[in-house]
């Protein structure tokens, strides 16, 4: 009884271990994406900006 309980300690260490290095991951890849996130929303504005015409500028064919 005594090795069967030793066993089941072993196996729950290992797996609190496992759960929070999984969460470090979890938390760095959500940093990762929030970051990625930001910059594309960021290129998007940059990119409409390029794309609307400025009231003063003539049209292209001019």
């Given at each position: 009884m005594d090795e069967?309980?030793?066993?089941?300690e072993i196996r729950y260490t290992h797996?609190?271990?496992?759960?929070h290095e999984l969460s470090a991951v979890v938390h760095?890849?959500?940093?990762?994406?929030?970051?990625?996130?930001?910059?594309?929303?960021?290129?998007?504005?940059?990119?409409?900006?390029?794309e609307e015409p400025s009231p003063n500028e003539p049209p292209p064919h001019y």
């Amino acid at each position: 009884m005594d090795e069967r309980l030793t066993e089941i300690e072993i196996r729950y260490t290992h797996q609190e271990r496992l759960l929070h290095e999984l969460s470090a991951v979890v938390h760095e890849q959500r940093s990762l994406i929030d970051k990625l996130d930001a910059r594309v929303r960021d290129l998007e504005r940059r990119l409409a900006d390029l794309e609307e015409p400025s009231p003063n500028e003539p049209p292209p064919h001019y």
